[in-house]
């Protein structure tokens, strides 16, 4: 799952007014404050829960946001037309629920008629139309635009070729929402739970515009409402009471926390400042097992860590074998053993293994034995025209954290010792490195990819030509008509076998190194109670409860 909106700092005076009175996990102390910290809460007060959230949100704004710390609050703040399931299905959100044509090529939606937003209007159908509008409008500059690209209009309004109100989105009455597509969709419900498809406050969007997300600003028709972003620290959000289904919400006030050093999350944890942690600390994860077995929480997780090139920047650009090189001298194995270890499995593909009807694709050398690889890697590496005498340098840039760190030090090792590679490691905060990517500037970069629904497309259509978010800058013409191919497929078994030959495409050509998949992972208080896992690694704020 993977821009940066501006945001302003609340000033005190307004935070105080907005969460007065509320209690917190350690104190009394306001917990809209920038200076007041969660440790100090009152117990008694079991209400206001406290989520760990790595790096910074880039944007609260729907349409604009771009990363999984922005999806998790957006998902607390905004209702699809469907949710996330407990078990990672899509389930009735604001459609309460909805049927397929027999080509596959039209949806229609209901909606719940008692669905209002936060200031009580009625939420309807035009909502999800301007919203969906409003994502594919070049005006908007989102980067997951190319999303919804099978409904019917959207790549030429992405393209400037068409108008957004063009788009295959119909409300032809307040309760009943058309969506019209070029080619079958069967992942379209769970697609239609992604943040970049939740519906606008028309009202406040045309009296505010892009300030529309700001405190103040801000109406929603999620179970929570924005009342501070202080940047840098957290998000704070509080009960939305005019939410359709606020009879089962059991928290009151939830601050979503910025930390993306692992270990002092883990630390703020220990201290109950937090009540369920973003991740936990590899370095101290046998202690963790021992100490808190009931409350470690792991599982299979949709998500695929890797080193991209830019593919617009020589050396790599135009020297595939090169980049082929790189890739098999890492021995994924001992990352996973030495440095994750949390029970990841090694990456020799881009496709998680698990995800629904695709069988996981896998490089070409993947079984071979490391001394064949290194051989061949090193036959690559001297017909590229380096050598002990001329070595490969360039950078490697990631963002800050500790498993980040350690990953770029085993791996540029490796490089070294197998190739001679020289390479430049830099660490600079998630935001920076988002930047640095568009800008263009970079050698080699780490990123991770989440899937944002339970199908191989949602991983296969990042290296799309035309998509927003192909951070590699990779183009191949038979990659693109594969996708194409399989999106126009009606047939489940030829549109599997489609993908898969897509993936091999892709991972012959070497745009990126795929090191690990994901495993879920949290420590979760014995105070929560609702918890879940599932492949998505997505537990919404209002299935939870806080007991004393």
Sequence with gaps: MNRVAPRALLLAALVVLSLAGCSRPGDSTDPGAASATPSQADPAAPRYLVRGNGPEPDSLDPQRARNVESSSVLRDMYEGLTIVGPDGSPAPGVASEWAVSEDGLRWTFRLRPEARWSNGDPVVAADFVAAMQRLVDPATASQYAQVVDSIRNAGGIIRGQRKPAELGVAAPDDRTLVVELESPTPYLPGLMSHWSTMPVHRPSLQAHGAAFVKPGNHVSNGAFRLTAWVQGAHVDLERNRNYWNDAATRIDRLRWVSQSDESAEYKRYRSGELHVTYTVPRGQFDAIRREHADELHLGPQLGTYFYGFNLEREPFRSQPALRRALSMVIDRQRLVDSVTRLGELPAHGWVPPGTYNYAAQSLDYAAQPMSARLAEARRLYA????????????????????????????????????????????????????????????????????GDYNDPYTFLQYFKGDFGINTSRFRDARYDALLQQAAREVDVEKRRLTLEEAERVLLAAHPLIPLYFYVNKHLVSPRVRGWYDNVLNVVYSKDLELLP
């Excluded at 005498?389 to 030090?409: C, D």
């Design 383 to 450: 017909a590229a025209g380096y050598s002990a005498a001329k070595p490969l340098r360039f950078e490697l840039r990631y963002n800050t954290g500790e498993t980040h760190n350690r990953l770029a030090v085993a791996v540029a090792s490796m490089w070294k010792e197998a190739l001679g590679v020289e390479v430049a490691l830099v660490a600079v905060e998630f935001k920076v490195l988002q930047q640095d990517i568009d800008a263009g500037g970079l050698d080699v970069f780490r990123l991770s990819w989440i």
